[in-house]
T-cell receptor, first 112, second 113 residues
Framework: KAGVTQTPRYLIKTRGQQVTLSCSPISGHRSVSWYQQTPGQGLQFLFEYFSETQRNKGNFPGRFSGRQFSNSRSEMNVSTLELGDSALYLC???????????FGEGSRLTVL | DQQVKQNSPSLSVQEGRISILNCDYT??????FLWYKKYPAEGPTFLIS?????DKNEDGRFTVFLNKSAKHLSLHIVPSQPGDSAVYFC????????????FGQGTRLTINP
């Protein structure tokens, strides 16, 4: 069974640009969540989608947005990038068990 | 406001001995707790979980204990093996089917041969 796939794995952007990250969940999983990991703040919840609807949102500015498609694949977008957005962005999917998330390897974003 | 805290950034244990990782939480609405393990350059991997209706859950070498009155949980690994060296994250959720997890800062466990 294929795991959670995230693309791209690494990317470098400059301040002010925007970025789109993609996530393909495990087949059959309908919930997709996004987390940001930084050395200072640890793992922080961004948002969660289920059946194309955003069910939960973390405390991030409106520059961070996401969506989920009918095949459960998800994308997140960060506009007007800031240096502090440099982080590992992790996508996770789950079937239904509360909290048992299966994580991808992440997309490491560097903002210069 | 850190709702889930892992006060030990690192822990070093001899191979074969017991590793005990600790986690405290402040939000009494949390009703489901999990431990994840993370190796460098990989995403976190689910290890073990416990519902607030239990005080102990075992899975092989891993046991999680929950003390609701103290808002404290711990992960015991017995016996510790070199492959257990990783960063361990404690996480909690407030249920309702939502997948929003609140993570601790992590504890780096090193198992010495």
């Amino acid at each position: 069974k294929a795991g959670v796939t995230q693309t791209p794995r690494y990317l470098i952007k400059t301040r002010g640009q925007q970025v789109t990250l993609s996530c393909s969940p495990i087949s059959g999983h309908r919930s997709v969540s996004w987390y940001q990991q930084t050395p200072g703040q640890g793992l922080q919840f961004l948002f969660e989608y289920f059946s194309e609807t955003q069910r939960n949102k973390g405390n991030f500015p409106g520059r961070f947005s996401g969506r989920q498609f009918s095949n459960s694949r998800s994308e997140m977008n960060v506009s007007t990038l800031e240096l502090g957005d440099s982080a590992l962005y992790l996508c996770a999917s789950s079937f239904f068990a509360p909290g048992e998330l299966f994580f991808g390897e992440g997309s490491r974003l560097t903002v210069l | 406001d850190q709702q889930v805290k892992q006060n030990s950034p690192s822990l070093s244990v001899q191979e074969g001995r017991i590793s005990i990782l600790n986690c405290d939480y402040t939000n009494s609405m949390f009703d489901y707790f999990l431990w994840y393990k993370k190796y460098p350059a990989e995403g976190p991997t689910f290890l073990i979980s416990i519902s607030s209706i239990k005080d102990k859950n075992e899975d092989g070498r891993f046991t999680v204990f929950l003390n609701k009155s103290a808002k404290h949980l711990s992960l015991h690994i017995v016996p510790s093996q070199p492959g257990d060296s990783a960063v361990y994250f404690c996480a909690a959720s407030a249920g309702g089917g939502a997948q929003k997890l609140v993570f601790g800062q992590g504890t780096r466990l090193t198992i010495n041969p």
